[in-house]
């Protein structure tokens, strides 16, 4: 929780408002599944994150993002809601390995496997860690469409 400002602000700095998660609803991530936040430091500054809440829904829906109750730790699938890297700090290969140390957790954990939304433009990336495109996501969050990929273990 003591991280919760540099969270929200890395957030803004990486999504349009629209997308952005709020420092409100961070607070209520970190409450319900603090413990599914990788936070990445460069000295005391925030450079990244990856986060998600785990379910037994196989599919990520827009509900997921705004209530952080629907978190189920025995859930087989773990959602990833943000990969965030400031932008000062990209193509130094920090989200690789924010998504690499994730996903190593979430297969030491049990879980089937994990699900998040992109946008188009951002497949290839997701596809280089095993994920497959299952097409555009019923999503509407933001504005924007999103597809769904899913890494099964």
Same mark, same amino acid.
Not at 10 to 32: N, S, Y
Not at 126 to 149: L, N, P, R
């Given at each position: 929780?003591?991280?919760?400002?540099?969270?929200?602000?890395?957030?803004?700095?990486?999504?349009?408002? %629209?997308?952005?998660?709020?420092? &409100?609803?961070?607070?209520?991530?970190?409450?319900?599944?603090?413990?599914?936040?990788?936070?990445?430091?460069?000295?005391?500054?925030?450079?990244?994150? $990856?986060?998600?809440?785990?379910?037994?829904?196989?599919?990520?829906?827009?509900?997921?993002?705004?209530?952080?109750?629907?978190?189920?730790?025995?859930?087989?699938?773990?959602?990833?809601?943000?990969?965030?890297? $400031?932008?000062?700090?990209?193509?130094?290969?920090?989200?690789?390995?924010?998504?690499?140390?994730?996903?190593?957790?979430?297969?030491?954990?049990?879980?089937?496997? %994990?699900?998040?939304?992109? !946008? &188009?433009?951002?497949?290839?990336?997701?596809? !280089?860690?095993?994920?497959?495109?299952?097409?555009?996501?019923?999503?509407?969050?933001?504005?924007?469409?999103?597809?769904?990929?899913?890494?099964?273990?």
């Amino acid at each position: 929780m003591s991280d919760l400002d540099a969270v929200a602000a890395v957030e803004a700095e990486c999504f349009p408002a %629209a997308e952005a998660a709020t420092k &409100a609803q961070f607070r209520e991530r970190l409450r319900a599944y603090g413990n599914h936040f990788l936070l990445l430091f460069d000295g005391d500054a925030l450079v990244g994150f $990856i986060d998600g809440m785990v379910t037994e829904a196989r599919d990520l829906s827009d509900e997921m993002y705004g209530d952080a109750s629907l978190h189920r730790e025995d859930g087989p699938w773990q959602m990833i809601f943000g990969l965030n890297t $400031i932008p000062a700090r990209r193509r130094e290969g920090l989200a690789a390995r924010l998504m690499e140390a994730f996903l190593a957790e979430a297969r030491q954990e049990g879980r089937l496997g %994990a699900v998040l939304t992109c !946008k &188009a433009r951002l497949v290839p990336y997701y596809a !280089k860690f095993g994920f497959v495109d299952e097409g555009v996501s019923g999503s509407t969050h933001g504005g924007v469409v999103w597809h769904q990929m899913r890494l099964t273990f």
